[in-house]
């Protein structure tokens, strides 16, 4: 690993193409008010004041989360070399490897070590230090890193590493840690030995601010301040601000005046590096000092601005001109210093000011705001004495980059109103402006236009958006303008019914404005609607798209809805909150004509669709699949369980498609039917959606179970039954017991077949077998276990089972059952008198050995095996014969004769020999061959065989020459 490279790249700053997540939480809850200007702003999406919680975040127990690292040998005999040295802050597992990736193993000086260095020499050595800022994985990190000396083995090269990770930052900016006591400089393995470490790092920042002022107003420090404010501003997105020093004082105090032109929040989104070498300069670093050395390297890079200690710029025309450098186009940052540095008795207070900015206009990380914002915002709030130009500048800088915090600066928000306004009402498709500014409920922009798009959405103007296209804002809930037009949008909807309702409720869900506790009204108006829409489910065809913010409130109307009609009782009613109460409709124009969604809309971001193996058979008449034709004999154990409840009839309460409610599981159980399923608390829509998840929650089979067997027989949905026989063994076998009155023969098969021999299915078919009735549901699981737990003599009971349809026994038990199959295949055949159930006659056993071999016609036999029974070929019958001793010692005389009369059968011969061919252990498949070809006339030449058993056959057939 390089000097300085640390693991991964994390995304730091504001660098283009970093990955902004959707948000798709609530914001946080801001006052907007929008103030009188001179302008008017338009009526029609106009921000009026909202009232403003805000919620405290918990900070942790400790801040600083500590590592130091290094290779040394404790004095304690433990195994020594790299290893962590100090751990602070209680850091988590996930901390702690967080830590670790920034740890540094190489410290690439640009100049010579001293063998034996003196304490001044330590001192006067550079330091790595560099900050990362916070992404959406981790806060902030600060990697500090000295050369060490040797280690305990003599090798050079060692280096102490001091990682910290802020996790509730203050009003401290990151560079107020340079040059702090807390920061070791060990020399060698005994000093790393002794360092320790405090819980809190001292900051500078007292010392910091004063030390800045002066520094501003200083020739030969203003200069590069103001090119590097500037360069900063050209690199937001991609490039880096390079110090050419071998002073690092001179590259901190450059990068600490910068990060006091911001905010203590926005420096916090810089990432910077005091000491890097030219050739370890990584993308993501915003502001790095190289030494000397290192000037024509990294003037020799792209997408860098070089600023050299003793290089002074000057600024000619709009930009700043550097020596061999390349220019730095000059910017409103730059303009704003100056104007400040203009008025000496206010910048002082003004540094002072941009420190206590935090508390109403903090940035947060994931925010794309420029560098500059924090002081055009103080200077638009509190000009001073600026001229009026200047302070239409900071103005116009502060709205075009603008943090959610900002939202409650109403002299910001109303500028930044006024335009998104005027350029959505004049956009013949508001959502595609709306879809211009950051998807993102922080931003001011998207917030405004995103509220004048969905006003003109309701009141008809606009089309319905793809729920893709609006981010989540609860602050419109509590929009009184917003609301009363989303209520009368309902009300429309609820006279008329269309798909086009079904975009408006999901719109209503996706931006937040459907909540019960600010609006009740329009959520009981919502519901209602909701409730309503599986009538026109036909016309959504066969696939829906639900947004995943929408997906508990459309649950929560349609199981109300559902509750409205079915009879109260203490299953139904005990985890189903009260519906809110609705008031009656008013009466309302139709609904406006607008478009519903685009053709081809986006895909949804939150939500992924996955389409689960439904086991709901969507019908014409009912969604809720009825029960199929039920063959063979009802079950003969009706021992209720003990939570069995009396059956009762269910209305047609259930109205949800197939398709509907694969998109209401689309993300998982919703929460309301999950509160439900826990306590048992089941309806026929809750059985319904708990069925489509089964297979990522088998668990929830078993009450699932117990809930359909209340249900009257013409309700229980087969299908639903069919799937649950399917989830692991365990899980069926319990829904079996748990009520077996509704598995069928049918089901009882399916359950065998549908799972592999284990302890659950011998224990389910000793339970079916003691039943001792003469049915499929005795004879198969009996079959299971003569073959594969307790063998015994076959009988023609047993075998009768198999003139009956097993279902998919292939599937597991074709191996085990070939014995039984091939034996019934040929006495069926021989003795279709005996083996053969007609109608109602009585089964008779028949002692097989007791027939006459010689009344046996076996052309006559071989003619019927193949056509009585062409999905076994005769071939296949007599390769189980002679392969299979258990066959063998099973088989009446009376079939050994059909076999040795099939003997001449080439196919047969070969079928024997090839299936075997590779298989060099198969020594009773050629013993089966040597029978069948050296001592019954067949012949080797003729046979198509693998080379392996030609060769031991003729082996064979030499040995039984010689002798």
Known sequence: MSQGQVGGPPTFGHRQGRTVPENTSPAPAARITVPQTEKPVATSGAVPPTPAPTVAKQPPATRWAQLTYASFDRADGSPGGWQEKDIVGDPTDEERRTLRRYVMSQFSYHGTLPKFATPEQVAALPVRFAYHAPDNERPGIYAYAVNAGVDSTGRPGNVYSHILMDRNPDTMRPIDLWRSPSFARPANVDDILHTQIAETPL???????RMITKVLQTQGYTEPILAAADALMNTQHKGTVVLVSDRQDWSAIVIMAVQYLMSPSLARTVNWSVYERARDIRSDMQIVAVPECDREDVQRMDHTYVICDGDIPRIEGDQHV???SRAIPVTAFSTLIRACLAQPQELVSRLEALTRMDQWARVEAHENVQPVWALAALLAMEPGSLDQGTADLALDVATQSFPASARTIDKLFSRVSQGVVERVNGSSDPWSVVSEYPHDAHSAERFVAQRVALIATLEGRA???????????????KDAEVVERAVNRVDQERERVTESSFSVAEMLCATGIADSDSNPQLTARLFELIAQLPQVGPEYGNHVELDARAIDVFTQALLEAENAHIPESPETTSAVPPRPAAPPPRPTAPPPAAPTRPSAPPPVPPAKSPEPASPWAPKSDSPWAPPGERSGSQPAHTTANSDTQQARPVAETLAVSAPLARALVSNGLPLPVKERVDTNAFTPLTAQLTALILNNQPQLAVPLTRYLQTLSPDKQPTRVLKHIVTLPIEVAVECFHSAPQLFDTDLILTLINAHAWSPEL????????ADGS????VWYPCMLLDTYDQ???????????VTYDLGDWKRHHQQAMSSYLYTYQLASTLFPGSYRLEKNAPVQSVNVDDIDPASVDPDRVRRLLYLAHPDIQPEKLVVLAVTDRKVQEAMPSATLRVVDMMQGNRRIINAVCEQFADDIYAED????AKDFITARGGTLRKIGMGIDVKNTLKSLQRQEDQQ
């Not at 900051?203 to 601010?209: C, T, W």
């Not at 729920?467 to 609860?474: G, K, L």
């Not at 224990?763 to 077998?769: A, F, I, M, R």
């Open 203 to 209: 900051n500078m920042q007292a010392g910091n601010l």
């Open 322 to 324: 550097l020596g061999q």
């Open 463 to 477: 089309q319905v958006p793809h729920p893709s296209q609006v981010v989540s804002a609860p602050e419109l809930a």
């Open 762 to 769: 011998k224990n389910l078919c000793e339970y079916l077998v």
């Open 774 to 777: 003469a049915s499929r549901r």
């Open 791 to 801: 063998p015994r003599d076959i009988d023609s009971a047993t075998l009768m089972a």
């Open 925 to 928: 498949v050629v013993d089966c």
